[in-house]
């Protein structure tokens, strides 16, 4: 029987990972869950080159850290189940961050390959990478890719085939400064007494300087622990950091001298748009000013138009009944159909319908654009008075839309704590349900400012609920 090779695909959130599975398994695709976990698996199939490809789309991250159990899951994967080939699909116009991810997966001393994704938001800047210099660098081999327009696919997959069917590609190595390489060896030469071990060496090491829970947790030798505590330590003292930041520090170092010879200016890269309104989005005061401008705006919209919209759907409906009246049917049956049932549907289509689906075309529009994005980095500080990171805020918008997935995107925290306190706050958003009966109801029989003191008092009330909640549930702020 031929063999099936395992290819993973790995990356950043947002790096094109999705566009470039699609374009290697095509249909055969299978989503689940990862056994024991809530994060979502994707994997497909391939034959290329005459090669029976299994292809894992690793969930998008940014360190294999274990603060979340996405990072946990990708980990696992590479080290436990040993992939033939590991695609690390990079953001090229976000090099430094990338490389960050990378050196981690070479510290895992898998074979990889390097695909310099999005290079045209690269060439728009008026940057170019030199690939076959960062190929040197890296001792890996990199292709430039634009996954979306299909171009440097075909080579990036005869790479691929290449390595697989060679059966070998250099893993690469990034050296950090001599005071962290030279405690990383000494710490190395220490786990070559241990037997079994589930990581590489060097990545185990590295992991323990960084103070890594899980690392520990699997480290049962009390002299190696004892010697940890010993370097890292020394690390501390030697740059009056913690070593986790050290370590951090160091390798976005390397990632900085790379990206520095690597990247040339070709030309004055032209003035985006959204680099302009970027500027307005994040300003300190008028990106505060355009966000609470924005939330009037909605519920202008969502009213003016729902009232209209409602309005009208009830006039076309009431043109029926005369019609549905004359039919030989007994009245007090009639009367029943109508009143009992056909108002129902038509309170369903004048009441719910109007004011859902404006709500929902506002909240898709602001998603596309990216301005919820921009939203969670305005709200970045509000967010850590509640003991959470700003990205919680994402969460919480989407309750308007409905609580249960907004409580499902609570993962997207990293820490149990946060998820914990973002989905208790998610069930306190008016989901569009809410929405139907205070604009339905509320704002048409008692006036619009009735309606947003509703909702002044639920945010209001949101917040001390998280500042109850950030002081009273155990564990560490992310604040």
């Known amino acids: 029987m031929n063999k099936t090779f395992t290819v993973a695909l790995a990356g950043n959130a947002n ?22 976990k809530t994060v979502e698996k994707a994997e497909g199939f391939t034959e290329q080159g005459g090669l029976r490809i299994r292809i894992v789309d690793l969930p998008g991250i940014y360190s294999l850290s274990t603060y979340s159990e996405e990072e946990i899951v990708s980990r696992e994967f590479i080290a436990h189940e040993h992939p033939d080939l590991v695609v690390d699909i990079i953001d090229a116009s976000n090099l430094e961050r990338n490389l960050f991810f990378l050196f981690q997966l070479m510290e895992l001393e898998v074979p990889i390959v390097v695909a310099l994704n999005q ?45 697989l069917k060679r059966g070998k590609n250099g893993r ?27 990581y590489p060496k060097r990545f185990i090491a590295i992991k323990l300087l960084e103070k890594d829970p899980l690392m520990f947790s699997e480290i049962k030798s009390t002299e190696i622990i004892n010697l940890v505590r010993i370097l890292y330590k020394e690390l501390e003292e030697i740059h009056g950091e913690k070593s986790e930041t050290v370590i951090i520090s160091e390798r976005y170092a390397v990632a ?6 690597v990247i040339t200016k070709m030309r004055k890269a032209k003035k985006d748009l959204s680099d302009v309104l970027d500027k307005v989005a994040l300003h300190r005061f008028w990106g505060y000013a355009l966000l609470i401008s924005l939330v009037l705006f909605i519920f202008f919209v969502v009213f003016k138009f729902g009232s209209y919209l409602s309005g009208m759907i009830g006039s076309l409906f009431s043109l ?34 109007p004011y859902i689906a404006p709500f929902y075309l506002i909240l898709s529009i602001l998603e596309d654009t990216g301005y919820l994005a921009r939203i969670a980095f305005l709200t970045d500080n509000l967010m850590h008075r509640l003991g959470v990171h700003g990205k919680a805020f994402i969460p919480l918008i989407e309750s308007f839309g409905c609580n249960v997935p907004a409580i499902l995107g609570s993962r997207v925290m990293e820490r149990k ?63």
């Open 119 to 163: 290079y045209d938001v690269v060439e728009e800047k008026g940057l170019e990478i030199d690939e076959q210099k960062l190929s040197e660098l890296l001792g890996l081999p990199v292709i430039k890719t634009i996954a979306t327009k299909n171009r440097g696919l075909k080579e990036l997959f005869q790479v691929i085939i290449n390595i």
């Open 256 to 261: 900085s001298r790379i990206a520095e010879v």
């Open 172 to 198: 690469g190595k990034v050296e950090y400064g001599k005071e962290v390489e030279s405690r990383i060896k000494i710490l190395s030469k220490a786990l070559e007494q241990l037997q079994e071990l589930k």
């Open 320 to 353: 029926l009944k005369p019609y549905f009246m004359y039919l030989n049917i007994p009245v007090p049956l009639k009367e029943l159909i109508w009143n009992g049932a056909i108002e129902g549907i038509i309170a369903g289509f004048a009441i719910v319908l």
């Open 15 to 36: 790096v094109g990972k999705s566009v470039i599975f699609n374009q290697l398994t095509g249909g055969s695709q299978i989503v689940g869950n990862w056994p024991g």
């Open 417 to 479: 704590r946060d998820r914990l306190i973002v989905s208790i706050l998610a069930t306190l958003v008016p989901c569009s349900a809410r929405t139907v009966i205070i604009f339905g109801l509320v704002a048409v029989f008692l006036g619009p400012l009735y309606a947003i003191l509703i909702y002044v008092f639920d945010f209001i009330l949101i917040f001390i609920v998280g500042l109850l909640l950030n002081k009273y549930i155990k564990g560490t702020p992310t604040g």
